[in-house]
Nanobody, 121 residues
């Protein structure tokens, strides 16, 4: 069984910073793209940022220039550095691993349990 465990959420003032971490554990052969999604109350889940196994990144327009996604393939971990946070960034942030290969040919998609980020004064 493969799990994603997130950490780093919390309460921060507008303009502040937070760093989210997501570590994959279990039987892992390799992982393709990993990313962060978020879901605010009453809204649909949206992609925040994603990174491929070779380091290519993609960001939502709303976070470009403020958030940075990175990953450590050796640790099966993805990070999201969030700077210049705004109240509209308040949401539950979910880690996603698009394809976790648990054998050379078999894979599944895995989601973390979510971590709450609240931006408020």
């Amino acid at each position: 069984q493969v799990q994603l465990v997130e950490s780093g959420g919390g309460l921060v003032q507008p303009g502040g910073s937070l760093r989210l971490s997501c570590a994959a554990s279990g039987r892992i052969f390799s992982i393709n793209a990993m990313g962060w999604y978020r879901q605010a109350p009453g809204k649909e889940r949206e992609l925040v940022a994603a990174v491929t196994s070779d380091g290519n990144t993609n960001y939502a327009d709303s976070v470009k220039g403020r958030f940075t996604i990175s990953r450590d393939n050796g640790k099966n971990t993805v990070y999201l550095q969030m700077n210049s946070l705004k109240p509209e960034d308040t949401a539950v942030y979910f880690c996603n691993a698009e394809k976790v290969y648990y054998t050379r040919w078999s894979y599944l998609e895995v989601w973390g349990q979510g971590t709450l980020v609240t931006v408020s004064s």
